[in-house]
């Protein structure tokens, strides 16, 4: 019994703070801290002069950022059944979840040197360091802000799928249609299809660097026509994720709403002060 109630104020603690319990608070707190820390600690690595001088430093801070998020990964795999109680095998399914699967590649980097024998492998350390990054979307337990953003990720993403499918076919399209017309004047700028890839890259997503562009009057024709295409086609991820904020903005206040009789605005979902 005693075990029980340890794991059940473990589970309190660990999981989103609900604004009654303390210890919960300061442990959001602490991991929220130590993201970005450990942000700021990569940032500053990439100055040689500052990794020079204080490498010994970075070297503790994170073997101190990554024993502390292994305990929490640990601790959230061993309260799992509280997570899942429904559930035949709790700890698998949290293993495989998304916030699981980000805390893992948060930590893995710093394990991973002394599980290979290779030593070969070890020229892809400094790589897959990368995935420290992933300590940013650890922040998405505790924000609600993005957990919103999340939430509108996953619920829109057929459609953004779709919307990213139509963009590259729009992109390859132009990109035939410029080397077909301009590869005969410019064989330098559009050797190939590939190529003439990045000039409708640039084009599509109205960046326009002016390193690569159409000398022809034909080319100019379907340039102009391609840009404004591309200012529609690039906009549709972007109608889609707005659409998708705007009905989880609208299914929150519909659910405070069942809770709550006061009003909340629709726009920022604070509650309306009388």
């Known amino acids: 019994m005693k075990i029980r109630a340890w794991k059940e104020n473990i589970f309190d603690i660990v999981s989103k703070d609900d604004g009654d319990n303390r210890a919960s608070r300061v442990f959001d707190l602490l991991i ?86 290779d030593f070969r492998f070890l020229r892809m350390v400094r790589l897959l360091r990368l995935f420290r990054l992933f300590r940013v979307f650890k922040m998405g337990r505790y924000l609600e802000a993005l957990q919103t953003v999340m939430q509108v990720i996953r619920a829109s993403a057929s459609r953004l799928v779709i919307a990213v499918v139509l963009c590259f076919f729009v992109m390859l399209f132009s990109a035939i249609i410029m080397y077909t017309v301009e590869n005969p004047v410019q064989p330098e700028q559009f050797p190939n299809v590939i190529a003439s890839l990045w000039w409708a890259i640039c084009t599509l997503t109205t960046v326009g660097y002016g390193d690569v562009y159409p000398i022809t009057a034909v080319g100019r024709f379907f340039a102009a026509l391609i840009s404004l295409v591309g200012i529609g086609i690039i906009a549709i991820p972007t109608g889609i994720i707005a659409a998708g904020f705007t009905t989880a903005i609208d299914q929150r206040n519909d659910t405070r709403a069942a809770d709550d009789p006061k009003p909340y605005c629709p726009y920022c979902g604070h509650r309306i002060q009388d």
């Open 32 to 117: 929220m801290g130590l993201i970005v820390l450990s942000v700021v600690t990569i940032v500053l690595e990439s100055f040689d002069d500052l990794n020079t001088r204080y490498r010994a430093l970075f070297s503790a801070f994170e073997s101190f950022t990554v024993a502390i998020f292994t305990v929490e990964y640990a601790l959230r795999i061993w309260t799992a059944d509280l997570l899942y109680p429904n559930e035949k095998h709790p700890r698998l399914k949290y293993v495989f979840s998304f916030l699981a699967i980000i805390d893992l590649m948060a930590i893995l980097p710093f394990y991973l040197p002394f599980l290979s024998a």
